[in-house]
């Protein structure tokens, strides 16, 4: 590694062959790179790449309800990336060798915001889930035209996952969501949050437990 004080290459930023070129902490850095491959497979290195990969793909297929849930990001962040900073300790990895992991969906986080958590609760009959949502009145953190949004995670082979509108803060009442098929056969997780008409503000995510 070397530090180069004035340079013509001081211009230059990334990779040029086997050199790489950077600033860090004012100062243009050049280092050569290494001619050995480096890969680190040691348990604690895979360990914690099954658990960045099972958080990155449940983000993924969270998308939808990701871009509602967190609205306010700090700039170049993405919903995915929210996601998964705030869901740093959700999943355990139980076995390394086949890849076998388990998330604790209670403490999983789908949107975060200031406004009030909507009163909801949900049943299933066969295949189809009842909500029912409590009408509330106007306060400075929640307003009637807030809407409901019901965040439905399946994780068994793969994580798959639906949302769904149950209507108005102001409305309440009762609403049915259909499970798909590729939503069948597996545990269900449920979680509800609000979010402002302008989907601007976003309460906190809530987990409904299925009976």
Known sequence: MAIVKTSV?????????????????????WRKKS????KNTSPAMLERQLKFKTTETLGAQM?????????VRPWGWTPVGMFMNR?????????????K?????????????GLVPPTVSVSREANQLSFTVTATEESPYSATDDTIHAVVVQLEKRPRCIMQTLG??????ISTMNI????????????VFAASADRKKSSDSIYLPLE
């Open 180 to 191: 798909p098929t590729f939503l069948q056969g597996g545990a269900l997780h449920v979680y």
């Open 9 to 29: 290459l001081e211009s230059i930023k990334g990779s040029v062959g086997r050199s790489s070129f950077y600033v860090r902490e004012g100062e243009f850095i």
């Open 63 to 71: 998308l939808a309800a990701l871009r509602m849930g967190f609205p």
């Open 87 to 99: 869901n740093k300790g959700i999943v355990t990895v139980d076995d390394v060798t086949t890849g």
């Open 168 to 173: 108005t803060r102001g409305e309440g009442g």
């Open 101 to 113: 992991v388990t998330v604790s969906f209670p403490d999983l986080v789908c949107a975060e915001g």
């Open 35 to 38: 001619s050995m491959s480096r």
